[in-house]
């Protein structure tokens, strides 16, 4: 290291020390601590100290890898895993469509660009669980608005959250409804950041419109979905507030139909009295989501474009 | 350098001026008075009970000038994790109140006091519901309140549909035939409603002479033929017989709407509705023995005052304790309140409590108690209850027979939990 990096970092340092704090503190720590947790069988329930024999502790209920070999011998973490799988197939094609959509009426040169710009987002700022109840209302099979305007045109509305078969779909929509605002103002920037001149020469030589988007538009901003697609699968993975306010939370939904990791992962440390149990199922979440993220990088090369 | 070390020693010191306000600290008056922190998901604030508890709470206060009491409530869908969080932090309120099903799960992990000898005269407590609180021989808490769940019906239905009032012999079939004679009256109208679910179950086993775990509750007994043959009998309701409505016909209401509503002939349902059907049902109901099938079989619900074991004052925890949940005083106000059943066997408090009408049959509620199973107790209590409530579900939805859905649920038991 030269004799100004370190001397940088002498400098930074100070600067640097609040919200290292911090994440040492919140962050950091608790990875730690749940790491070790993870090889032990404590209930949750009984006093552990950090700064008092926390070592000696772990040593005394270590289990080493039975918790890992419980969960994945477990039928109960593979259909956790496929309503996640499942829930990410609805999600993800119909979000990044929709927020596609979104930011190119945005990014129109139209007159309420700025409202459309405020209506998309706001959802976005809205706490999930205001937003669940609401949906939970939009929803409801009876007195619901939407299977109310379903029966106008004569279609008989599902149960909705109550039906085994349309608890997740209900999920998606809202999970949609809420994020969608947020992919679309990452994916604005991206429209926004494409040199016009590309534009003007299509225009030039007489392309169309679709052969405007498909030829131009997408492939530069390749990077910025591929960007938008990563960041929605790793919080698809962590879904979890709108699954236990909108279905039924004792049961993880109709028959459990909604039943998904980290709903698994709250109820086992919260609520089961595993925390040993859970801290490990968390961390087979880390490895899911690393592995899904490093197949999603490596196809990148295939189809995106960084020459803006 | 010198502003390097300038701003080191600057995050030093804010960060030991923070750090006390991070840990937990109790108050503690000048004069020798001691403030006793009490925690509970029953007695909310804005209700009848909610009033009860804070005239209790002042009673004691006045007794015992020297102690404070600052009461926090919170509600039950919430309680228990929050509970927990504060039980391993070490910031557990004095006083917390646990239910019985909950009790077992604190008690094995160390977390509560041993009360035995701090609790004093303890003869007026109901015996079945003090020794609930009693694990392994130590007496961690006492019972604040218990209650059960009898036969709520309809009177103005059973009336328009000729039929008799449900009687103390009534069992499942008699409810069957009624039900149907009730819904013939509208095609609105259901018979009963008791669904299949975890607690109904256990009880519904016992009334037709199974249960789901042995005599000494050191196995799981689910998929005894006589508990196949309830689960059967009690989906039998929604998907045979049809006198309960399924989740999609009630489409979202709940049951005790559908009573309240007059919809509906028979609920099986707690003893804490009362003061919600007196205020609430725009016709006259009443009360039975909830009807068995082969014998007989009612809920014990109970829950309980325990002290943390990390409570500074223990002693004055278990006077607190004892008093909220047993003293004349405290009862009393209880039970005017309607706010379930003092666990106590005080003559005159159970006299004013059966002299408050309706139920005209109030006297069925103690009757219930000659038939009292208690629900199956694990440690891991929640998970068993959440894995014997999936495999009913199955059962309801036809996706398995009894059973199949009976079969495999005693074996993710006995995988995943300890007794």
Request: charged share 15%; hydrophobic share 45%; aromatic share 12%.
């Amino acid at each position: 290291m030269s004799i100004q990096g370190r001397r940088g970092i002498r400098v930074a340092l100070p600067y640097l020390l609040p919200s290292l704090l911090g994440a040492l503190l919140f962050a950091i720590l608790p990875i730690i601590i749940s790491l070790l947790l993870s090889v032990t069988n404590w209930s949750g329930m009984s006093r552990v100290r950090l700064t008092d024999g926390f070592l000696k502790f772990v040593a005394e209920n270590f289990v080493g890898l039975e918790n890992t070999k419980a969960i994945l011998g477990d039928g109960e973490f593979w259909r956790a895993l496929s309503h996640n799988l499942y829930f990410i197939v609805l999600y993800l094609p119909l979000m990044l469509a929709l927020s596609m959509t979104a930011a190119l009426i945005i990014n129109a040169p139209n007159r309420g660009a700025n409202l459309y710009r405020v209506v998309y987002y706001l959802p976005v700022l809205t706490s999930w669980v205001a937003g669940s109840l609401i949906w939970k209302w939009l929803l409801s099979p009876v007195y619901g608005p939407i299977n109310n305007a379903l029966a106008i045109i004569g279609i008989e509305g599902p149960l909705w959250l109550q039906s085994e078969v349309w608890a997740m779909p209900s999920i998606v929509l809202a999970s949609i409804w809420k994020d969608m605002g947020f992919y679309a103002m990452i994916l604005l920037g991206g429209l926004k950041s494409i040199n016009v001149e590309y534009y003007e020469a299509a225009r030039i030589d007489g392309a169309s419109k679709a052969q405007v988007f498909a030829r131009i538009t997408l492939p530069l901003l390749s990077s910025v979905l591929f960007y938008v697609s990563m960041l929605s699968m790793i919080n698809a993975f962590q879904l979890f507030p709108q699954v236990m306010v909108m279905t039924k939370e004792g049961n993880a939904g109709p028959n459990g139909a909604t039943m998904v990791m980290v709903e698994r992962i709250y109820k086992y440390a919260f609520r089961y009295g595993k925390m040993g149990y859970a801290a490990a199922y968390s961390w087979i979440l880390f490895v899911i989501i690393m592995a899904f993220t490093y197949i999603q990088k490596r196809g990148e090369r295939r189809w995106v474009n960084y020459d803006v | 350098m010198k502003t390097t070390r300038n701003v080191l020693s600057l995050a030093l010191v804010l960060v030991l001026v923070l750090l006390p306000a991070f840990s937990a600290g109790t108050k503690e008056a000048a004069q020798g008075t001691v403030t006793l922190k009490l925690e509970q998901f029953s007695g909310s604030e804005a209700t009848l009970s909610g009033e009860a508890l804070k005239g209790m709470i002042a009673e004691f206060e006045k007794q015992n000038p020297t102690i404070k009491v600052e009461l926090q409530t919170i509600g039950y869908d919430d309680y228990f994790t929050q509970l927990q969080s504060k039980v391993v932090g070490g910031n557990a309120a004095d006083v917390f109140e646990l239910n019985y099903e909950n009790f077992v799960a604190y008690a094995s992990e160390g977390t509560l006091a041993d009360v035995t000898k701090l609790l004093g005269d303890t003869s007026g407590f109901n015996k079945t519901a003090l020794d609930a609180f009693n694990y392994q021989g130590v007496q961690y808490g006492v019972p604040n309140s218990f209650s059960n769940v009898v036969l709520f019906y309809n009177k103005a239905l059973f009336d328009r549909a000729n039929l008799a009032y449900p009687s103390s012999d009534w069992t499942w079939k008699d409810v069957e035939v009624a039900s149907k004679k009730i819904m013939a009256l509208d095609k609105n109208i259901w018979g009963f409603y008791r669904p299949l679910s975890f607690h109904e179950f256990y009880k519904g086993a016992a009334q037709n002479g199974g249960s789901l775990m042995n005599a000494e509750r050191t196995a799981f007994t689910v998929n005894l033929p006589q508990n196949v043959e309830a689960a059967k009998l009690m989906a039998g309701w929604q998907t045979d017989s049809k006198i309960m409505p399924t989740d999609a016909d009630m489409a979202g209401m709940g049951d005790w709407d559908l009573f309240k509503s007059g919809r509906l002939g028979m609920l099986v349902t707690g003893i804490w509705a009362f003061g919600d059907f007196t205020a609430n049902c725009p016709f006259d109901w009443d009360i039975a023995i909830e009807p068995g099938n082969v014998q007989k079989a009612t809920h014990f619900f109970s829950n309980s005052y325990v002290v943390s074991e990390t409570s500074k004052y223990p002693s004055e925890a278990a006077k607190l304790a004892v008093f909220l949940a047993g003293s004349k005083e405290a009862t009393k106000l209880r039970v005017e309140a309607s706010w379930e059943l003092p666990p106590v066997t005080y003559p005159e408090i159970i006299d004013s409590y059966l002299s408050i009408t309706p139920p005209e049959n109030r006297e069925a509620v103690f009757a219930s108690l000659d038939y009292l199973v208690t629900p199956p107790v694990s440690i891991q209590q929640a998970e068993m209850q959440a894995i014997i409530q999936s495999y009913l579900g199955q059962i309801v939805s036809g996706k398995q027979s009894a059973k199949a859905a009976l079969d495999a649920c005693q074996k993710e038991l006995e995988a995943k939990t300890s007794l």
